[in-house]
């Protein structure tokens, strides 16, 4: 028997930091954890190097979202099942993904009732609800971007309220009550995965199975699918050298993170994720910006400066990916004079990324009315 936990929600929301937080808190009460990490682009993804930092089973499923690739993920998750090594398996989607459980029925044919399915879970950060919330009035770029948000929330069965760190315990409550009245379908849970308040209460959510039910929501698709082409990907690997004898792997990647994020305020483009990612022999360093303007937010430093690092960049900006790849040519140059450093930075191929049509019991079309609800 085991377990799948289906863990979606909008770009920079907070799904790795939750994986890694509940997979710590399961493995410490004697639960086997594997998770597995998607992305639309090749791979080298940040959110892989994170979770192999602090967990031993980690896979990704690349070159498009699970929907492209069911039966890789079933065979995977087959095979963790038939090992018996594993009884939990954590399945990150990636931020545009809007339902995970039509690509989990192959899984669900092959395994039966040896696979336990919880409750979709979708992590929603209450800043970006706010930030979407206000942009529903406007008819800017994040008007589009909210519909992504609203129909990623219609599709819960679980609303995961995280960063509650970041607005204290009444907003939690009003915030929390406001969910529940709007997405009656959802149970809603709020907790930090940093700081790790309402983990355990998460983690005891995901012990219902939850049959694949009929999804009952509406999907304007081509509204969807119109909304999400609006962001550029960028996914980038490379090796970064010293200039002089060593650098400081977070003192880079914050450089890289700051250019993007001022770029982004400059230029009026929208932010889902930044993130930087710098294997060194001393540790991982790690960073985020998941807003325009903001500061970058170091998750992982490494203990000193090195010699050389392997860097993954992951940019998820709503621009041309033309414009998408000169950005971030130019925030590497700028983190590599800053740092003291040189990248051996290959051509960045940024692309676009969107969902395949619905199967047809998802394809109901709904009024291009409702963005939050
Ligand atoms: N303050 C605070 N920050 C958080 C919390 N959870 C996640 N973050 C931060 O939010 C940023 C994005 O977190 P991720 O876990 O990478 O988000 P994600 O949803 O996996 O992002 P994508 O996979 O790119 O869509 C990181 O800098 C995290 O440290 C939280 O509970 N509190
Ligand atoms: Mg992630």
Not at 23 to 42: E, H, I, K, L, S
Not at 118 to 143: I, K, M, N, W
Not at 225 to 243: C, I, S, T
Request: proline share 6%; aromatic share 6%.
């Amino acid at each position: 028997m085991i377990t799948l936990v289906p863990l979606s929600g909008f770009l920079g929301s907070g799904k790795t930091t939750t994986l890694i937080s509940a997979a710590v808190a399961m493995q410490r009460t004697g639960r086997r954890v594997a998770v597995v990490t998607n992305d639309a682009g090749p791979a080298g993804l940040v959110d892989t190097d994170l979770a192999r930092a602090g967990l031993d089973h980690v896979a990704e499923v690349t070159g498009g979202c699970y929907c492209h690739h069911p039966d890789e993920l079933a065979a995977h998750v087959a095979r963790l099942a038939d090992s018996g090594g594993i009884d939990t398996v954590l399945v990150e989607a990636a931020g545009n993904c809007f339902d995970l459980r039509p690509a989990l029925v192959p899984l669900r044919r092959r395994l039966g009732d040896r696979v336990v399915i919880a409750p979709q879970t979708v992590v929603v950060d209450p800043l970006r609800l706010a930030a979407f919330a206000g942009a529903a009035d406007l008819s800017g770029r994040e008007y589009e971007l909210a519909y992504v948000f609203g129909r990623q929330l219609a599709a819960a069965d679980l609303l995961a309220v995280n960063k509650t760190d970041l607005i204290g315990a009444e907003q939690t409550a009003k915030l929390t009550a406001r969910l529940a009245a709007d997405h009656p379908q959802a149970t809603v849970l709020p907790y930090s995965a940093v700081s790790g308040a309402g983990i355990d209460e998460l983690v005891r959510a995901w012990g219902r199975d939850v049959a694949t039910p009929e999804p009952d929501y509406e999907l304007d698709h081509a509204r969807y699918v119109d909304a999400e082409a609006r962001l550029a990907w960028a996914n980038l690997a490379f090796g970064v050298d010293a200039v002089d004898d060593t650098f400081d792997a977070s003192v880079w990647g914050r450089a890289v993170l700051r250019h993007l994020s001022e770029w982004s305020a400059a230029t009026g483009y929208f932010v889902g994720h930044a993130k930087v990612a710098v294997r060194t022999r001393a540790g991982l360093a790690k960073l985020s910006v998941t807003e325009s303007g903001a500061a970058p937010r170091a998750d992982r430093s490494a203990a000193r400066p090195v010699e050389r690092g392997s860097a993954t960049v992951n940019v998820r900006i709503a621009c041309p990916p033309s414009v998408l790849d000169d950005a971030v040519l130019a925030a590497i140059a700028a983190a590599d004079a800053v740092g003291r450093a040189r990248s051996d930075v290959p051509p960045p191929a940024s692309f676009r990324s969107t969902q395949p049509l619905p199967p047809p019991s998802l394809a109901r079309t709904a009024g291009a009315d409702a963005v939050l609800r």
